[in-house]
């Protein structure tokens, strides 16, 4: 079993940013890849991006550039760093481990709200 512990999130003004981190714990041994993914009123869970334990990254069209995802190993951490946010950002993020047996565990979540 993976917990997964988000911090981060709030209120902010369009062209603002953003920090998010989501710790890992349990079998942190067994994590591939450790992402972040969002879901906005009446739309999809969809992602937004991504890193694998050797730190490779994948991110969403839509977050390129403006968005960085990083890892800390050694606090077993994932962070998304989110620069020039749009209102079309708006959404609940939920951070994403997903293991070398193919199983996906989710935080509970934190809501990020981009204001015009």
């Known amino acids: 079993q993976v917990q997964l512990a988000e911090s981060g999130g709030g209120l902010v003004q369009a062209g603002g940013s953003l920090s998010l981190s989501c710790a890992a714990s349990?079998?942190?041994?067994?994590?591939?890849?450790m992402g972040w993914y969002r879901q906005a009123p009446g739309k999809q869970r969809e992602l937004v991006a991504a890193?694998?334990?050797?730190?490779?990254?994948n991110y969403a069209d839509s977050v390129k550039g403006r968005f960085t995802i990083s890892r800390d190993n050694a606090k077993n951490t994932v962070y998304l760093q989110m620069n020039s946010l749009k209102p079309e950002d708006t959404a609940v993020y939920y951070c994403?481990?997903?293991?070398?047996?193919?199983?996906?565990?989710w935080g509970q979540g934190t809501q990020v709200t981009v204001s015009s």
């Open positions: 994403n481990a997903l293991t070398a047996t193919l199983n996906y565990y």
């Open positions: 349990g079998s942190i041994f067994s994590i591939n890849s």
């Open positions: 890193i694998t334990s050797g730190g490779s990254t």
